[in-house]
């Protein structure tokens, strides 16, 4: 049972790290500054970040000893979550990008990159 078990949460891991990877690409496309890392080729473990903006960055933790969700505006930790709770926040995340995210492109100087908006989370 244990085994199966283990091997379950391999799973799982292995899968959200693949949907951060999407999650990441689709940000990206959409004028966002997103990553996802993860070491060694298992996808045992990943490394997904987003910045939202002006000093507002997102970084979801994922392995086989933890998730966890981190907000952070000004290097200032507004919000650390773990386990069922991140993944809930990180589907808010997705759901955002789903129906409401788009870049502005107004009144930016021809040589900056347009600052992405956003509701906050």
């Known amino acids: 049972m244990f085994t199966r078990l283990a091997q379950q949460h391999r799973n799982f891991v292995r899968d959200l790290v693949i949907n951060l990877q999407a999650l990441a690409i689709v940000l990206e496309k959409q004028g966002y500054l997103a990553s996802c890392y993860t070491c060694g080729g298992q996808m045992n473990s990943g490394s997904f970040m987003v910045s939202l903006g002006e000093n507002h960055l997102i970084r979801f933790?994922?392995?086989?000893?933890?998730?966890?969700?981190?907000?952070m505006r000004d290097d200032l930790e507004l919000m650390k979550l773990e386990g069922a709770e991140a993944i809930s926040q990180l589907q808010e995340l997705a759901?955002?990008?789903?129906?409401?995210?788009?870049?502005?492109?107004?009144?930016?100087?021809?040589?900056s990159t347009p600052e992405p908006q956003i509701q906050s989370i």
């Open 61 to 71: 933790l994922v392995s086989d000893y933890g998730i966890t969700w981190t907000e």
């Open 95 to 111: 759901d955002l990008v789903k129906y409401q995210i788009e870049p502005s492109k107004s009144n930016t100087p021809d040589n």
